[in-house]
């Protein structure tokens, strides 16, 4: 039941979906869906909540292993291929995963309740990431952390979503389902990102160029 209510909630979204349908999906009467569930948030919830809860274990996990192994030798490269390679390694996963990435994009980007959710759910493991950072950039603002944070964020939602839209963008030199190709860059732009934003120097959208001019 929450294997077909994953599927349809990942392709039609919360409003798209009613418990008839996830009856439907599995083949019976719609009265044993309301038996368990007896609305569609609950459901919903729930299937939302069993994938978070084992995203958020392996992905504290993984950050715990890592501070181990380096000590005090944190870098924003690693703390981040930390949080994401283990991320994109489970929702790599099987269909259910698969539409578990979708479905967390959509809830992502839903203005309404997404960030509620999100909220609830990963904030212990983002401030864990975050805390990371701050110790490899002890010179960087927390207002720059948190922004870049905000674009791993959206990068990794992305990536989730599988739009395919990138295979044609490229005309099949990337693939949005080569996540061995994104774990290979993903980190190390972000990294980037990181420290150019954390460097005290921001763009001002002026051309130097222009100016010598």
């Not at 077909?4 to 009856?23: I, P, Q, T, W, Y």
């Not at 999906?25 to 948030?41: A, S």
């Not at 993984?62 to 030798?73: H, I, M, Q, R």
């Not at 990963?122 to 990371?132: A, C, E, I, K, S």
Request: glycine share 8%; aromatic share 10%.
């Amino acid at each position: 039941m929450l294997d077909a209510a994953e599927m349809l909630f990942s392709r039609r979204g919360f409003h798209g979906v009613a418990l008839k349908d996830v009856a439907a999906e599995i083949g019976v009467h719609h009265t044993l869906v309301n038996y368990y569930f007896n609305d569609k948030q609950k459901l919903f919830d729930e299937v939302f909540a069993r994938r978070a809860r084992e995203a958020n274990r392996v992905r504290m996990e993984a950050l715990d292993t890592y501070e181990k192994e380096v000590g005090d030798n944190v870098t924003v490269e690693g703390a981040l291929r930390a949080f994401l390679d283990t991320n994109l390694e489970l929702y790599e996963g099987g269909p259910g995963w698969r539409n578990a990435g979708t479905m967390a994009a959509l809830v992502a980007s839903t203005p309404e309740w997404g960030a509620d959710m999100f909220d609830q759910w990963f904030d212990p493991v983002v401030l864990r990431l975050t805390g990371l950072l701050e110790r490899a950039m002890p010179d960087c603002s927390r207002t720059e952390i948190f922004w870049g944070f905000h674009f791993v964020s959206g990068a990794l939602m992305l990536t989730l979503a599988r739009t395919g839209r990138i295979d044609k963008l490229s005309e099949g030199l990337c693939k949005a389902d080569d996540f061995d190709a994104i774990k290979a860059r993903l980190a190390r732009f972000m990294a980037a990102g990181f420290r150019e934003i954390c460097s005290g120097q921001p763009d001002d959208g002026v051309d130097d160029e222009v100016i010598q001019a």
